[in-house]
């Protein structure tokens, strides 16, 4: 029975195309921008959430001036003087200490420029730098270690053709940095965006040798592990601490700034919630105008179709089964809305992160999906579809046979 | 001849309309009986009441006095819900504008009131090609209504009504809107379906030369039975 009214209604449906398509637009406006929305939002969580998994939850991050974002052009630097102190803090392991600079490099005829980054390769250092850079993403060869200072280590994209340059690097080649020769001693596997793919890593005595510079008086971000068992909160405060009377400044005029892992990953999410919630509260007014828009074509049907129901009921329909009729067809006008919008919602943020992988390179705008997203936003499109239906199917259920029938 | 149970029963029925402050008298105290099997033609000028007494006939209206009864069930005091049952069960509607559903095929107009009835499909598919057969239409089952004739679209809708083997057929003036050959055919099959199954027809018409070939004819007028107009 139910598969028959659904037949009849999208027989109705298909009777009317243009108005159906038409009525259907406020749905899928609003899923369209629901779904594509939620998805980067999502995809965006879940690149943050791996960053971090590789660095791990037990780090904290010293970067120089009052946010992260600010690191590259403040006026504080942060030193070997610092890490000194926070590798001195209560509850701290080790740390490592890494900045970096473009440079050009070259190799046979081919030149580029690309970032250069150095690490602290001592003792805890080089601890660091292998937990996090080697485990999850050694591809071939191994990392460079303190004392290499004519060795680098390269990533993904040198080991392909025509990407950094035309032809790819083999282990034991030797590039040209600022006109330094190195040696590459391994690669990094891929990470997915452009600029991790093309980094290349030298120790801190070789930057200091290509750049003319000490690394150790402008770090430009420290990864700090604290011990196991220890409070990462405690441990942060007593670093800040630590480093405020070194310098002596007061609380709050802190020319650095310390997160945990978690805190990272909190106010990131806290931002994230807000932009979801703000869209999603925009979308819904489209899906609310969606609704206003299925009621009213539901009503102009109802009238349209009084001759029909008299018909109906007359062989032999309850008003249940009228009800039932014009529910299902508003909520097939909700659900098909709901199906377009679907599609066009994840084929738009598929398409921002084709364009930004391509344009940025970074890896965080990415179109994420799941079921229960799809169910969701279907669920929900009929259900407004459903809802907005009700009042004129109500009326069409109630139309009396005799009238109906005589209705032209 | 022998006289049959008496299936449709009208005992002084009244249906009173209220057009503003006016009372108009559809049907004024009508009294009438249907035998089972008959064939009952009920002939009057418009404004006569034929078609109001066959929506109280057909269970689509309630009187405003008196009582029907439709094979020992009085349908007076009956709900919509009761009415509709009634209707889908022992009713099949013939109309003069054969009021097919316009966005469905011949077979599935044909299958919607045992849809209505909860038949399973298999039955409904069956049934509706046999009918269509009956009503030599086989061939025709895909068509929408606006793809058939008026005598195809009359015999799809006849087809219809004899989709849940009903107890009576009510066909309202069912040559009205066809011409004479068509119109013709579909008196034959009527008779045709009366001598043959025994199936309870009640015709309303206006044309003498429709009602002529029932077995018995009543005459309508003011909203009561008359020995002739």
Known sequence: MMKDYVKIAFENLRHRKMRAYLTMIGIFIGITAVVAIVSLGQGLGVAVDEQMATLGTDKIFVTPGTSLIGAASTAANLTERDRRIIDRASGVEDSLAFGFQSAKIEFKDDEAYVIVMAMTLDEGGEKLFKEVWGETYLMDGRLIEDGDNSKAYLTYDYTREDKVFSKSVKLYDNIVINGHSFEVVGFQDKVGNSGDDQTVYITSEAYERIFDKRLEDNYMQMIVRVKEGADMTAVAEGVKKDLRSDRGLDEGDEDFTIQTAEELIASFNEILLIVNVVIVGIASISLIIGGIGIMNTMYTAVVERTNEIGIMKAIGARNGDILFIFLIESGMLGLVGGIIGVAIGLGISKTVEIGNTLVLGTPYLRAWWSWELIAAALAFSFIVGTLSGLAPAYQASKAQPVEALRYE | ?229
């Open chain 2, 1 to 229: 001849m022998k006289k049959n149970k008496v299936i449709i029963k009208l005992k002084d029925v009244w249906k009173t309309y209220t057009m503003g402050e006016n009372k108009v008298h559809a049907l004024r105290g009508l009294n009438l009986e249907v035998a089972e099997g008959e064939f009952l033609s009920i002939m009057g000028p418009s404004g006569s009441g034929k078609s109001t007494a066959m929506n109280m006939i057909g269970c689509l209206d309630i009187p405003s006095k008196g009582s029907i009864s439709l094979d020992g069930t009085d349908i007076a005091s009956l709900a919509e819900s009761d009415l509709a049952q009634i209707r889908g069960q022992r009713i099949g509607f013939i109309f003069q504008k054969f009021n097919l559903i316009n966005t469905l095929t011949a077979k599935e107009n044909i299958m919607l009131p045992m849809v209505f009835q909860g038949y399973p499909e298999n039955k409904r598919h069956e049934q509706a090609e046999r009918l269509l057969r009956l009503v030599d239409l086989h061939d025709r089952m895909d068509h929408r209504p606006n793809e058939l004739s008026g005598g195809q679209q009359q015999r799809v809708a006849i087809a219809r009504a004899l989709a849940v083997s009903p107890q009576v057929i009510l066909a309202d003036e069912p040559t009205g809107n066809l011409d004479s050959k068509s119109g013709g055919s579909v008196i034959d099959f009527l008779k045709k379906l009366h001598k043959e199954k025994g199936t309870t027809i009640v015709m309303v018409t206006h044309d003498a030369n429709v009602a002529k070939h029932a077995d018995r004819r009543e005459y309508l007028k003011d909203g009561q039975i008359v020995k002739k107009l």
